[in-house]
């Protein structure tokens, strides 16, 4: 537990204690090197398309990636595909997240909710200039290398109710293609055609998730379970590569999968806390073992259009600390955030990323449920002036909105059982 403490103290350290002195900033880079030195996974680096590792950015970024257990925005697509079954709204959302060296990162995606159905589309795409010199320096080849990503996101929330939230469960659909630039010959200076295709690869894989909703210690009135419990396991599939090659298409390395557990609770209303467990695996052999990693998310809503948001995590010997805002003006959602690690610099600045979600409503749900509500109130009335058989009537109408509306499924039972007993009292009476 003091190791612990300690590994966040650093990361604290990190983050707000930069420095213009270059030497002192080496130096202070090179302590923390040390202290995680610990952290180092000899098996890091051996799977392929490393870029599924990369968040979006936006708001899960800023909660330090602890996001598994919490999916209240767009971003649970790369983190729970149970997520959309649970969304608020409608969202249209495009994401930007420089990384680092002339890295980039670019992501549009789309999620909406039918009741308790939710669907999610999204396409990703990661790139880095690629430029081949000779051995004299001049320059012979110039593209990209590129990682793209297209995902299909299906998910439902099992017996959704006021009291159980339900269980939500999902699976996105997801393929991927390594596109590696042709290159030179050493001799000729020209271009091999297709000799890039070769070390080119296409994956193909499922997410699955679960997600759980309840309520506990929760100090303030809302229809929102305060409690939320995610599990996933991602990446789940293969990777084939040396396409165009007489000898045939051939597995490439293990794709990054990851099995994750995350939890979030909302102690006070505009107070928000997530954490995650990520334990990656290699799927062509168990046998390896690749070290877990730790997330820790803080969200402060100052007002219902405006959030702090600081998060950090602990992954092998780069830990990090993420920070960012998000404000809403009218329908658009932005959020902007920064993350300090050791991969980070400032000439250039990197590790920045920007999202824009443009809300599209929620089809009506907010209507029905107040529409819900006001039948319920007016039940209420009906049933403490002993009129019992028109509350339940009213009651009845509130159950064709929502059947698992448990206030008036419980306020029935007890209209009937006070319909009962009033008979019985005068049967009683006619028989005395």
């Not at 992501?107 to 880095?128: D, E, H, L």
């Not at 007489?246 to 609770?265: E, M, Q, R, Y």
């Amino acid at each position: 537990m003091k190791k612990i403490f300690t590994t966040f103290f650093i990361c604290g350290f990190l983050f707000f204690g930069q420095t213009t002195n270059q030497l002192s900033a080496l130096d202070f880079s090179s302590s923390v090197t040390d202290f995680f030195y610990d952290y180092v996974d000899p098996n890091e680096g051996t799977t392929s398309f490393r870029s599924l590792l990369i968040p979006f950015g936006g708001k899960a970024e800023s909660l330090g990636n602890a996001f598994t257990g919490l999916c209240d925005d767009i971003s649970f697509i790369n983190f729970n595909p149970a997520g959309s079954s649970i969304q608020k709204e409608t969202q249209f959302a495009v994401f930007h997240n420089s990384w680092i060296s002339d890295s980039n990162y670019e992501t549009i995606a789309y999620t909406t909710r039918f009741n308790n159905f939710g669907f999610g589309v999204q396409a990703s795409c990661f790139y880095v200039p690629f430029t081949e010199y000779n051995i004299f320096g001049d320059r012979t080849a110039g593209s990209y290398y590129t990682e793209t990503t297209g995902c299909i996101n299906l998910s439902y929330n099992l017996l959704n109710g006021y009291n159980f939230k339900g269980l939500a469960i999902g699976l996105n659909l997801k393929g991927s293609w390594r596109g590696v630039p042709n290159y030179a010959d050493n001799d000729t200076n020209q271009i091999i055609e297709n000799s890039g295709l070769n070390q080119s690869a296409l994956g193909l894989m499922a997410d699955f998730g679960f997600l759980f909703r309840f309520n506990l210690l929760k100090f303030y009135n809302s229809r929102e379970a305060n409690v939320k419990v995610g599990f996933s396991a991602r990446n789940l599939g293969v990777a084939l590569t040396n396409f165009g090659s007489n000898s045939g298409v051939k597995l490439d390395d293990p794709l990054p999968t990851i099995l994750a557990a995350g939890i979030s609770i909302t102690l006070l209303e505009p107070i928000t806390l997530s954490f995650d467990f990520k334990q990656p695996i290699n799927l062509f052999d168990f046998s390896t073992y690749l070290l877990p990693s730790f997330s820790v998310g803080f969200s402060f809503s100052f007002t219902t259009f405006f959030s702090m948001l600081i998060g950090a995590e602990i992954k092998g010997g780069n830990p990090k600390i993420s920070a960012g805002a998000e404000f809403q003006l009218s329908q658009l959602r932005m959020n902007l955030n920064y993350t300090l690690d050791l991969a980070s610099s400032v000439t250039p600045l990197n590790r920045i990323s920007l999202s824009g979600k443009i809300m599209l409503g929620d089809r009506g749900r907010h209507i029905i449920d107040q529409q819900v509500d006001e039948y319920y109130m007016e039940g209420l009335k009906l049933y403490s002036n002993a009129q019992w058989q028109e509350a339940i009537q009213i009651w009845e109408q509130v159950l064709k909105l929502n059947k698992r509306f448990d206030p008036a499924i419980l306020g029935i039972e007890s209209a009937r059982a006070q319909i009962n007993m009033f008979e019985n009292i005068k049967n009683s009476l006619k028989l005395e």
